[in-house]
């Protein structure tokens, strides 16, 4: 087989695959999230958590249980029988249930938080596929250009117009096209694989085709607004002020632990009398055990310090907040102004010279090189319209994902 067929075919192959791709129905942004959070087992999980932190703060409330006994004394008859009861009145419960309400918003928060994190990172992943179905696509139109031009070059070759130098350098030029193609593909498998992985069908990834608006076109907020935005939404925030809360309350409840709960036994007591015969009474004991040697201290210090340490870790996360929130505002309003005053220029330029260079060659007033200059040239700008757009919308996605929430895509939550 010669290098010319090989090389057709690979060229086929890698159409096919393309074109296969483009054949594929889209998914959206808001489907892609609204798949992940029904379907995969990351989401159950976070709801599974919730539960497990309910429960188990429910047994911090609940009454100790009742404690039946029963003894025989052998030395005659001493049969007794008793059910003794702890009566938590010290105040310990109101407390812990305080405590327990506040962790469970904790874990909801820190359940939260992980599901905006997930989300994401879906949407990362969207827009990198989406991205890169765009290269694939400028490269295809690169490709369908100078294909034509090949096709005239052959017509020219069998007339004797032209050369077969003109043609060869032409599908060498094609040649480039198709790796890039090639490469553009494996790209594109790759972050096809990583939105497969969050849509729980990882094996079926190259069947993936998203749908969707690679330019940001939402303003921006003034920033003071978008800070004060950000310190409200962001719910690993929120977790930790409700867990200061929680060590808070749990330290109040360590305190009444000076308090004693007495115990209170009630039994029936039958015994041999003095005369022989048998009797049977009832009887109470109270019992009320003296905090000598645990009076709550270590626990109230623990519960204070860990107060302490969730206000401190609030603190470091709001200042961290505002610090990446302004970093990253300023980064897309400086990737926005690029990739428009590119895409101005482009809309002028771009297509204006590759014309006037295809106009030139048929003419004959430009060379070969000339018009294959100008096809990779334009080529490139495409490309690079692609990837500064993409770099503005990553910017924009991790913007929205230090501040907690799609503050400038709210609809792409389901």
């Known amino acids: 087989m010669s290098q010319a067929t090989l090389r057709h075919a690979g060229m086929?192959?890698?159409?096919?695959?393309?074109?296969?791709s483009a054949n594929a129905q889209g998914l959206t942004e808001k489907e892609a999230i609204s798949r992940f959070l029904s379907e995969h087992p990351q989401s159950r999980e976070m709801r599974a958590a919730v539960a497990a932190t309910t429960a188990e703060t429910?047994?911090?409330?609940?009454?100790?249980?009742?404690?039946?006994?029963?003894?025989?004394?052998?030395?005659?008859?001493?049969?007794?029988?008793?059910?003794?009861?702890?009566?938590?009145?010290?105040?310990r419960l109101r407390w812990l249930r305080q405590a327990g309400s506040e962790a469970v918003s904790a874990a909801q928060s820190q359940s939260e938080f992980a599901r905006w994190e997930m989300i994401s990172a879906i949407r990362i992943a969207f827009f990198d596929v989406l991205s890169a179905q765009e290269r694939e696509a400028a490269i295809q139109t690169s490709m369908e250009r100078l294909q034509e031009v090949i096709g005239i070059l052959r017509e020219r070759e069998k007339e004797g117009e032209g050369s077969a130098y003109d043609r060869l350098r032409a599908e060498r030029e094609l040649s480039e096209f198709e790796a890039d193609l090639a490469i553009s593909l494996a790209s594109a498998a790759e972050a096809r694989g990583r939105l497969a992985a969050f849509l729980g069908d990882p094996t079926n990834s190259s069947e993936i085709r998203v749908r969707g608006e690679l330019r940001g076109s939402a303003a921006l907020p003034p920033l003071e607004e978008l800070l004060r935005r950000a310190i409200e939404t962001r719910a690993d925030l929120e977790t930790e002020k409700h867990a200061h809360e929680q060590f808070v309350y749990q330290s109040r409840a360590a305190e009444?632990?000076?308090?004693?709960?007495?115990?209170?036994?009630?039994?029936?007591?039958?015994?041999?009398?003095?005369?022989?015969?048998?009797?049977?009474?009832?009887?109470?004991?109270?019992?009320?055990?003296?905090?000598?040697?645990?009076r709550g201290t270590e626990e109230m210090a623990r519960f204070r310090a860990e107060a302490e340490r969730a206000e401190a870790r609030s603190e470091a996360l709001e200042r961290r907040i505002r610090g990446e929130v302004a970093g990253l505002y300023a980064a897309l309003e400086t990737r926005r102004t690029v990739a428009l005053e590119y895409s101005r220029r482009l809309a002028t330029q771009g297509e204006q010279l590759e014309n006037i260079t295809r106009t030139a060659f048929e003419e004959g007033e430009v060379g070969i090189l000339g018009l294959l200059d100008a096809l990779r040239v334009s080529a490139q700008a495409r490309r690079r319209w692609i990837d500064l757009n993409a770099a503005a919308k990553l910017a924009?996605?991790?913007?929205?994902?230090?501040?907690?929430?799609?503050?400038?895509?709210?609809?792409?939550?389901?």
């Open 256 to 294: 009444r632990l000076r308090i004693p709960d007495p115990i209170i036994g009630v039994g029936i007591k039958r015994g041999e009398l003095a005369t022989g015969a048998t009797g049977i009474g009832s009887f109470v004991a109270v019992t009320i055990p003296i905090p000598i040697f645990n």
């Open 58 to 91: 429910r047994a911090w409330t609940l009454w100790p249980n009742p404690v039946p006994s029963f003894s025989r004394e052998g030395a005659g008859l001493a049969e007794f029988a008793q059910v003794q009861q702890q009566l938590p009145f010290n105040g």
């Open 396 to 414: 924009e996605l991790q913007l929205e994902q230090t501040a907690g929430a799609p503050i400038l895509n709210p609809e792409v939550l389901p």
């Open 12 to 20: 086929a192959v890698v159409l096919v695959l393309a074109t296969a």
